[in-house]
């Protein structure tokens, strides 16, 4: 028996359009999981997508939370695969388990949003979704589709739509759905405030800061003025107003796979004193690739 063949991509036949269906394009959807929940996986299962063209990969923390996360994963994931329709199936499906500690924050959401608590669970966030991305990408791969665990309503069509803008990097606008009581309706409200357009006052603090400290946005403490995507949403608004962004969130964030191959990671340390997700927006500009955010197409975080 001779050695094994040699199997070869050529990555300019990896085509990233605009009409990704039609083009029959593989992307990769990742998700970082602190905590399962069933409403994220009904939504995922009902992107309409073609599911053969999806490969899955998610990182667990090694918690007793986690732990129960990934049991509750690996039972759905065991009933889609094997048991449902053949059209709900994903073409591969990958578990990591985190091989190093998360932060010890706790993750109810008063305790994780505190500004003290921020870097050191930002840094552990970073490293888990570099992690996930460096073993999953592969040569194949023509989008990754950044989805967090707790994204629990989207468009069906949101890869589709997201990809439609042929953008390097692209973001929807995360808002919650919550009870108001005083009109005693649902109501919706901005949840992520990481995707912004920098600001003269944010460039000045970054200036005046040591080596190691970060920004951080939606702290009172820390008041930025950058102009959020979270507020460029407009009643009546169209779906399609496309926007440029220096910062960007990972809830529900598109990425052409040749800005992670060129390099595009998120930092786990201060780079332009900026961190994960926003540090990625900064890298990739670095790199000659612009992000852009969608102030009216909106997808919804869960509320705890
Ligand atoms: P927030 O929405 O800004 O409060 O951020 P989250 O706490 O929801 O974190 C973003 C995503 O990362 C979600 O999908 C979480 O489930 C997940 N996550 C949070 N902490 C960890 C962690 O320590 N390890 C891993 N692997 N995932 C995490
Ligand atoms: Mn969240």
Redesign the pocket.
């Known amino acids: 028996q001779g050695p094994p063949p040699v199997t070869r991509y050529n990555l300019n036949k990896v085509t990233v359009t605009s009409d990704p269906v039609r083009n029959q394009e593989h992307i990769l959807i990742l998700?970082?999981?602190?905590?399962f929940y069933q409403e994220y996986w009904d939504n995922l299962l009902r992107l309409n997508y073609p599911h053969e063209l999806i490969t899955l990969g998610f990182?667990?923390?090694k918690t007793k939370e986690?732990n129960q996360a990934t049991s509750m994963l690996q039972k759905q994931i065991q009933k889609t695969q094997n048991y449902g329709p053949e059209k709900d199936r994903f073409k591969s499906i990958i578990i990591l388990r985190?091989d190093f500690d998360?932060?010890v924050v706790s993750?109810d959401?008063s305790e994780?949003?505190k500004l003290a608590n921020q870097k050191a669970?930002r840094e552990?966030?970073a490293k888990?979704r570099n992690s996930l991305l460096f073993t999953t990408l592969g040569p194949s791969t023509s989008w990754v589709l950044w989805l967090?665990?707790?994204i629990t309503e989207t468009a069906p069509t949101l890869i589709q739509d997201l990809a439609s803008h042929d953008k390097p990097i692209i973001v929807a606008n995360c808002f919650q759905k919550y009870y108001d009581p005083e009109s005693k309706k649902m109501a919706e409200r901005p949840y992520?405030f990481n995707s912004w357009q920098d600001s003269e006052t944010a460039l000045k603090m970054a200036e005046q800061m040591g080596p190691d400290d970060i920004l951080l946005e939606g702290y009172a403490e820390m008041a930025t003025y950058r102009t959020l995507l979270a507020y460029m949403s407009t009643p009546g608004g169209s779906k399609d107003l496309v926007v440029p962004l220096d910062g960007v969130g990972?809830?529900a964030l598109l990425v052409k796979a040749d800005v992670h191959r060129d390099g595009a990671m998120f930092p786990p340390f201060a780079f332009y004193h900026l961190i994960e997700s926003e540090g990625f927006a900064k890298m990739a500009k670095r790199l000659g690739w612009q992000p852009y955010g969608l102030p009216n197409y909106k997808v919804y975080?869960y509320n705890e």
């Open positions: 998700t970082p999981m602190a905590r990182i667990l923390p986690g985190q998360p932060a993750q959401e994780r949003h669970r552990v966030m888990a967090d665990a707790d992520d990972g809830t975080h």
